[in-house]
């Protein structure tokens, strides 16, 4: 079936360091790939998406290249600040059907330290 | 105005007991779901509604009856409340049942059972 796999956290890193948080993911055809941001005591907020191979989402200095070959939707941020301190989903829609689901990799705390 | 709203916030509650979280959407979506999250951040889709119809339902046991009285309202009762049932659970809404649109989380309810 569909799935989503994302490297465990916590992740720790000094304001102004470079971010990458890994995503993979299982699907059949050509699935639609979201990160989702949940700040503390907060919903999920969609963060940034691509809807085709090759496509770069982008928001907030935050970035992510839908790879079909090596079937990843890994998150980069070139500088990272304390206010990005958040866990972090990785997502995809899954067709199947006449229904479609948004399933959820297991997230990944980020900790941004001044 | 917030847009997905779910009340209330917390929620403690002694097993055996049933409780209801209400749902409420002010963006014209036709579509709302209800997703769990557990204590290590994973989360799981759980109903969804299209129109007022159920669309999905994963394997959630019956003691969880989801009602719909209109597009904007999307409620969770639980029976017979179970420790492990505890978790923060959040509504969320999109337009369609096509989730390649942005999904809107509230900012869930954090259950306890005691």
């Known amino acids: 079936g569909n799935s989503v796999t994302q490297m465990e956290g916590p992740v720790t890193l000094s304001e102004e360091a470079f971010l990458t948080i890994n995503c993979t993911y299982t699907a059949t055809g050509y699935p639609s790939l979201f990160w989702y941001v949940q700040y503390p005591g907060e919903g999920l907020q969609l963060l940034l998406k691509?809807?085709?191979?090759?496509d770069k989402g982008s928001n907030k200095g935050f970035e992510a290249t839908y790879r079909k070959e090596t079937t990843s939707f890994h998150l980069e941020k070139g500088s990272v600040q304390v206010s990005d301190s958040a866990v972090y989903f990785c997502?995809?829609?899954?067709?199947?059907?006449?229904?479609?689901?948004?399933?959820f990799g297991t997230g990944t705390l980020l900790a941004v330290q001044p | 105005d917030t847009a997905v709203s779910q009340t209330p916030k917390y929620l403690v509650t002694q097993m055996g007991n049933d409780k209801s979280i209400k749902c409420e959407q002010n963006?014209?979506?036709?579509?709302m779901y209800w997703y769990k999250q557990d204590s290590k951040k994973f989360l799981k889709i759980m109903f969804s509604?299209?129109?007022?119809?159920?669309?999905i339902n994963e394997t959630v046991p019956n003691r969880f009856s989801p009602k719909s009285p209109d597009k904007a309202h999307l409620n969770l009762h639980i029976n017979s409340l179970e420790l492990g049932d505890s978790a923060v659970y959040f509504c969320a809404s999109s337009q369609g049942i096509n989730m390649n649109t942005e999904a809107f989380f509230g900012q869930g309810t954090r259950l306890t059972v005691v």
């Open positions: 963006l014209g979506h036709d579509t």
């Open positions: 691509a809807t085709k191979a090759d």
């Open positions: 997502a995809l829609i899954g067709y199947g059907g006449a229904t479609n689901k948004l399933i």
């Open positions: 509604y299209n129109n007022k119809e159920l669309i």
